[in-house]
Every structure is written in C-alpha cells, then in structure tokens.
C-alpha cells in the first residue's frame, strides 16, 4: 500500500517494525503515532486505525482555540490522550 497524506508506510525489511506512521503537525505542534501490523492483524486494520485516529485527531486540533498562535495546553494534552488511547 502506498503512503498517504499524514500517513507513512514503514515496510523496511532491516527492521523490526511495519506499519503505519500518523504525524500531523498544526501550529508548530507535532503528534506522531505507530500503528504496527503486528499489533493490529494486518496491514489493512493498522491503516484504517490510523486513519480513524487521524480523523478525530484532525478534528480536535481544527476546532480547537488557540493562544498566540500555538495550540493551548489543553487542546495538546487531549491529542496526546486520545494517541495513547487508541
């Protein structure tokens, strides 16, 4: 499968993990999260959980407020919470 926007394939046979990378970075914030084949069953079920978790990702940062043009604390601690959630 082919890399998307905001999600990277990892399939390097050197190494130990394959899967998908979420990074979404938005007003110099950056939140990354692996998605192992591994740990999901298979390729296709890593993507569609990254995808999920990106959507709701997307859509936490974008309607969030913002202060001096940074995320607000708050906004970040959730985004990490519902990265390690997933």
Do not use: I, P
């Amino acid at each position: 499968m082919k890399s998307r926007k905001n999600l990277t394939r990892f399939t390097y046979e050197t190494t130990a993990f394959q899967g998908w990378r979420l990074s979404l970075s938005r007003s110099g914030t950056t939140f990354t999260k692996y998605f192992s084949d591994k740990k999901y069953g298979s390729e296709r079920k890593a993507l569609k959980a990254a995808e999920a978790a990106l959507k709701e990702l997307k859509e936490l940062v974008e309607n969030s407020r913002k202060v001096n043009g940074k995320l607000s604390k708050t906004t970040t601690n959730k985004a990490k919470k519902l990265l390690k959630d997933v």
